[in-house]
Structures are given as C-alpha cells and as structure tokens.
C-alpha cells in the first residue's frame, strides 16, 4: 500500500511567510540542529602571509561532541588553518576535524567559511552513519581560551533522506498528493511539504525526523489518518 504523508505545517507563521513570500523569492532552506562540538586546541601557529593574509594553523588536541543522533570523542589530530584576510580582521577558518562516536565509526568534518559562520559536510565509511554522508549545514563558531565550540546545523533533514520522495509547494507532485487527498477539510491545509513513503522504512525514516525536528505532521495511509 502506498501511503502519503501530509505535514501541515512546522507552525502557522512559517505558512504566512511562505505566503508572503512565494511569490517573490524562494524560502531559505530549513535547518535542524545535528551537534555541539567542543575541541581543546594549542595555541596557533603563525605561518605567515606568503600572498594570501595571515596564514595561522591552529592543531586540535582532543575534546567532545554530542547532540540527539550521535556522541563521542574528537580525535587530536586535524586543525584550523585559516588565514586573515589583508585587513587582519576577517578571519576565513579552514578546517577538518575528525569524530569517533560512543560506537567505534570514525566521522571527518571539513569546514569553511568567514569566523564565526562555516558550511560544513561529513564524510564517514560506517553504515549506522551513511545517512551523514548527504548532510552540509552550517555552524556558528565560539571562541574561548585554548578551545572552540561549534554548534552545527543541517539543511533539510527530511529531502536529505528521502531525497526523491519529498515534494514542497509549487511542484508536480506536491500538487498531485493535494489533489488526490480524500477529505476536503484536510484538503484546505496547505502542508510545508509532502512525503510519499514506498517503505515501511521510509515511513520510520520521516517519523523519527519529524518527531525530532518536533514538528506537527499528519499521516494518510488508506483511510487510516492519525494525527500528531
Ligand atoms: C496561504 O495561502 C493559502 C493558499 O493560497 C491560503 O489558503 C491560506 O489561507 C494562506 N495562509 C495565510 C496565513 O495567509
Ligand atoms: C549498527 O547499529 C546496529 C543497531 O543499533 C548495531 O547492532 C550494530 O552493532 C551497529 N554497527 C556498528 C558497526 O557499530
Ligand atoms: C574553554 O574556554 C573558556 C573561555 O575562555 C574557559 O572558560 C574554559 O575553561 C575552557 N574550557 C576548557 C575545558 O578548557
Ligand atoms: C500547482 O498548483 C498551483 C496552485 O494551484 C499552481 O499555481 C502551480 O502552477 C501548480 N504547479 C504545477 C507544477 O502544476
């Protein structure tokens, strides 16, 4: 049996900015909190400016990281080699770190960007984690003595996963499953986005995304409609 899942809304306000909206930008992508690194670093390195600023290297010597999917231990080796731009005021990090979960997998992070904002991507072999392997996000970067915390965030928890079976407003799809919904009252709703699940497993996959993005969802499956 094919089920439709419908999820009406992450709130009433993200509907009216969509609406506002839609029809002259597209909406910014939505992010979800992946985890909090905390690294214990040595003091930088000066290399120097040889035609690109003020090139530092910053090595990692260990530290800790957690968030609701996956904890364990940053591993010390890896760093920042970031540079300053001419002014010595914009500080570009450059870095990789890598991971090693409570579980054994071994999860390098490789992030860019201009202090205290970096995108990042994850890059892992272990199957319990391939899932991270589609993930870049962004984190914001704090600073403290001799150590850094990050908090990293994904982009579109729910298109990473399901990547073909996730449609938003405006498309083929999205308006297909509206069409073809059975009851008027739930037709009227205009869901931010709707998930066609093939599997029982896709349907676990966007169960537990939604339930721990904590958004409202509905699921059609038959005649058989829950409600969250
Ligand atoms: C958003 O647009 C839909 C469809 O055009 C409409 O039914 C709904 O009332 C609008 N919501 C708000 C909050 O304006
Ligand atoms: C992957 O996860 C399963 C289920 O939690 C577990 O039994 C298995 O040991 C894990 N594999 C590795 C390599 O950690
Ligand atoms: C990290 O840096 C902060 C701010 O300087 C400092 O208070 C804290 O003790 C440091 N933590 C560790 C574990 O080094
Ligand atoms: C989906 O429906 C909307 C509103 O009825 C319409 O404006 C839009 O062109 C449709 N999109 C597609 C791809 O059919």
Not at 69 to 96: H, I
Not at 112 to 121: E, L, V, W
Not at 150 to 160: D, E, H, P, T
Request: aromatic share 10%; charged share 15%.
């Amino acid at each position: 049996m094919r089920a439709s899942m419908f999820v009406p809304a992450m709130l009433a306000t993200a509907f009216t900015a969509f609406n506002k909206t839609c029809d002259v930008q597209p909406s910014p992508p939505k992010l979800s909190y992946l985890i909090t690194v905390f690294a214990t670093e040595t003091p930088p390195i000066i290399v120097g400016n040889g035609g690109y600023g003020t090139r530092i290297f910053i090595p990692i010597t260990g530290g800790s990281f957690s968030g609701p999917e996956l904890q364990g231990s940053v591993l010390g080796v890896g760093g920042d080699w970031g540079n300053y731009d001419a002014t010595g005021t914009v500080f570009s990090p450059d870095a990789k770190i890598v991971l090693q979960t409570d579980d054994g997998a071994q999860i390098l992070i490789s992030g860019r960007g201009r202090s205290p904002y970096i995108t990042f991507d994850l890059e892992t072999g272990s199957e319990n984690y391939s899932w991270l392997n589609s993930v870049i996000g962004v984190g914001s970067i704090q600073v403290g003595d001799n150590n850094i915390t990050v908090n990293l965030f994904r982009c579109s928890a729910l298109a990473a996963l399901l990547p073909s079976k996730i449609s938003f407003p405006g498309s083929l799809g999205y308006n297909a499953s509206l069409t073809s919904y059975y009851s008027a009252q739930a037709a009227a709703v205009h869901p931010a986005c709707i998930v066609s699940p093939t599997s029982s497993a896709d349907v676990s996959k966007a169960v537990k995304t939604l339930t721990r993005l904590d958004c409202d969802f509905a699921i059609r499956a038959g005649y058989d409609q829950r409600q969250r």
